[in-house]
């Protein structure tokens, strides 16, 4: 599989609709993209329509595989026709979080090096602390990816988790189209 399509699956991770947070602000997170550029998570991204796909283990990549073509499709693709409807922003955040954080600089340098030029803005990692994140954006299940619209203002207006389902992918784009 192309790297490229790998990589804009993992930026994309959603499916079955859950309660997170609806109608309340992402919390905040500080997270590094891909080329060292600090991003502050919702305020750096107000504005847009944001996309954000969590992981924090290795165990939801299959799930994620699910989302590669559709989501590169549908929102990145600069030469598909229905990318341009779209302009929001897409950030997955790869939490380090725990035990796991004794590898982020091998993982980080792995995934650096793994990933297009082009998509090292949207990769983001987070290290530190997962409880609070975990609590109050309801990521119950380490093996799920977890997915996150927010509207303009960084408030969550939908959620999912899991694989890949075009009902889903459909609703996101009704959400976010301009």
């Given at each position: 599989?192309?790297?490229?399509i790998k990589i804009a ?8 609709s ?6 309340k ?5 500080e ?8 991003i502050s ?5 107000k ?5 954000i ?9 299959e799930?994620l595989y699910?989302w590669s ?9 600069e ?37 297009d030029?082009?998509?090292k803005?949207n990769?983001?990692l987070?290290?530190?602390k997962m ?6 954006l309801?990521?119950?299940?380490r093996?799920?990816p977890?997915?996150?619209?927010l509207?303009k203002n960084?408030k969550v ?8 389902s075009?009902?889903v992918?459909?609703e ?7």
């Amino acid at each position: 599989m192309n790297k490229k399509i790998k990589i804009a699956l993992l930026l994309l991770l959603p499916v079955f609709s859950i309660q997170a947070q609806m109608g309340k602000p992402f919390p905040s997170i500080e997270v590094f993209d891909l080329n060292e550029e600090a991003i502050s998570i919702p305020e750096d991204t107000k504005g847009k329509f944001t996309l954000i796909g969590v992981a924090f283990s290795e165990a939801a990549q299959e799930d994620l595989y699910s989302w590669s073509q559709p989501v590169f499709s549908e929102f990145m693709d600069e030469n598909n026709m229905s990318s341009l409807v779209y302009d929001p922003n897409v950030h997955l955040i790869l939490m380090f979080t725990g035990a796991n954080q004794l590898a982020f600089n091998k993982a980080k340098e792995q995934i650096t090096e793994g990933t297009d030029e082009s998509l090292k803005d949207n990769v983001v990692l987070y290290k530190g602390k997962m409880e609070d994140y975990r609590k109050s954006l309801k990521m119950k299940d380490r093996k799920l990816p977890y997915f996150f619209v927010l509207d303009k203002n960084g408030k969550v207006i939908y959620t999912a988790e899991g694989r890949y389902s075009q009902k889903v992918l459909r609703e996101v784009g009704n959400l976010i189209e301009d």
